[in-house]
């Protein structure tokens, strides 16, 4: 997967692709978090940084250019902010699925939210100058 071009259409009939900022400490930790907490070997993983994947986006939705922290694919949909984040939830192990009942909140107040942590990500969490991810028993699970 790493070497050939990525063919996302492809990928996203088995797989759940995750799109997270690759600077992003927190979006960082995220991903450790996912890829421990799956409940099964849904997630493929990939940094928005990626020049693949910047050109993917550049022939989506134009609302797609403008999501900087957290993308979701999956074979039928591309979820954003909070609604990515839930559909992850709900494919964790433990309780986490219970997080999905969110869901019901209506959209813009649910991405009220996330826009506010996601603004202030860096500050809190701080930033790395290239993608933090460099784990070698996961290296299968990103594109």
């Known amino acids: ?35 421990k907490n799956e409940a099964k070997d849904k997630f493929l993983f990939s940094a928005l940084q990626n020049p693949e994947i910047v050109q993917y ?19 039928t949909k591309i979820y954003t902010k ?28 649910r991405d009220t939210l996330y826009d506010f942590i996601a603004k202030n990500r860096y500050r809190w969490f701080g930033k790395k100058n290239k993608c933090g991810i460099e784990i070698p028993e996961f290296k299968s699970k990103f594109l």
């Open 57 to 75: 986006l550049k022939h989506q939705e134009n609302h797609l250019k403008d999501i900087d922290a957290l993308i979701l694919i999956t074979d």
């Open 1 to 35: 997967m790493t070497d050939d071009v990525i063919n996302i259409e492809t990928l996203k009939k088995k797989n759940f692709i995750l799109l997270f900022d690759g600077v992003c400490n927190l979006c960082n930790r995220a991903v450790h978090f996912i890829i």
């Open 82 to 109: 909070s609604s990515a984040a839930l559909i992850v939830a709900k494919h964790l192990k433990g309780l986490y699925p219970l997080l999905f009942v969110c869901y019901i909140i209506p959209k813009p107040l």
